[in-house]
């Protein structure tokens, strides 16, 4: 279901304490077929013959979360559903009908579905209060949302707000994930960067270097 990388560490370049995620985009060119073969075989197929042999198949999303070194794949967990900036970057290239998609899983009908994805790349970069991954500034009213068109190639996730009298307020560590797709993922993450820019939330910040691995070695 699609390969998305996110960036765990708070600071440039991947430095700093961990966190639930600054951002994210997909598609990984890492993964290319010869280790996405290599993936499988290692990892993937052993995970799920075991859950049938123990008489417990699973039907749902097995999250693989993976390093990759040297072009050998270690497993560092797995979840069952998709982390949320992972997921945001995979729902804006998915064109299937995710319904549909868990539909056939339920009705073990998943094979006979062909899953398309566009060819665009996309991003998220999140935008947090000041202060997290420890303590972070709350209840900041956040302006100027209105001025940031959404359409298939920009959306904006609300991860923590509220809502009060028609204002929009903080209320987590990670507050919005704004979230672009585009030809190249460089020039998805300028117009994600610009959305942020038009956002007047001086209690905020983000990265401003998601997938600088990819986009800034090139």
């Known amino acids: 279901f699609g390969s998305a990388q996110d960036h765990k560490r708070v600071g440039k370049g991947d430095t700093g304490p961990n966190t639930g995620g600054m951002g994210a985009f997909s598609p990984v060119p890492l993964l290319t077929e010869e ?34 070194k040297k072009e050998e794949p270690y497993l560092i967990e797995y979840n069952i559903r998709m982390g ?4 945001q970057v995979l729902m804006m290239r998915l064109e299937t009908d995710l319904l549909e998609i ?5 009705k073990n009908k998943i094979s006979n579905l062909k899953i398309e994805w566009t060819k665009k790349n996309s991003i998220t970069v999140v935008l947090c209060a000041k202060g997290y991954p420890h303590n972070y500034i709350k209840n900041s009213e956040i302006k100027n949302l209105s001025k940031i068109l959404l359409d298939k190639n920009n959306q904006i996730f609300h991860a923590g707000t509220y809502e009060k009298n028609n204002k929009i307020y903080s209320s987590g560590g990670r507050v919005l994930n704004v979230t672009t797709s585009s030809e190249s993922l460089a020039e998805a993450r300028n117009i994600s960067i610009r959305n942020i820019n038009k956002i007047n939330w001086p209690d905020g910040f983000f990265r401003k270097d998601i997938g600088w691995r990819v986009i800034d070695k090139k």
Do not use: Q, R, W
């Open 35 to 68: 280790l996405e073969k290599k993936i499988n075989k290692k990892i993937i197929e052993p995970t799920l013959k075991a859950m049938k042999d123990l008489d417990h198949p699973y039907k749902g999303f097995l999250y693989a979360g993976l390093i990759v």
């Open 102 to 106: 868990i539909d056939s899983a339920t």
């Open 84 to 87: 949320d900036p992972e997921c």
